[in-house]
């Protein structure tokens, strides 16, 4: 059974940074694609940055140039690296992750989730 379990979250004050962990049960070799999703109160859940089995990455044109997402394959973890936060960035942000062929930024494309991190950016 896969389980993501994501660390990292927490209070930073904006224009701070934080990195979030996404560390997997097993090999993360067998994922086409890994990816962060966020979700504010009263919104939907929206991709922030994925990071497929060949390294190639694909970002929000929010967090573009602010995050960067990057994965250490011997340690099974998937990281986003956040800098510059704004306060609009709070919500609870979610690892995923699918073995699809076709990658897409659909959250319904993913079928392994984590049970997210909370995080808040103080004004």
């Known amino acids: 059974q896969v389980q993501l379990v994501e660390s990292g979250g927490g209070l930073v004050q904006a224009g701070g940074s934080l990195r979030l962990s996404c560390a997997a049960s097993?090999?993360?070799?067998?994922?086409?694609?890994m990816g962060w999703y966020r979700q504010a109160p009263g919104k939907q859940r929206e991709s922030v940055a994925l990071i497929t089995s060949g390294g190639s990455t694909k970002y929000a044109d929010s967090v573009k140039g602010r995050f960067t997402i990057s994965r250490d394959n011997a340690k099974n973890t998937v990281y986003l690296q956040m800098n510059s936060r704004k306060p609009e960035d709070k919500a609870v942000y979610y690892c995923a992750a699918t073995s699809r062929v076709i990658i897409t930024t659909r959250p319904e494309d993913y079928d392994y989730w984590g049970q997210g991190t909370q995080v808040t950016v103080s004004s």
């Open positions: 097993g090999s993360i070799f067998r994922f086409n694609a």
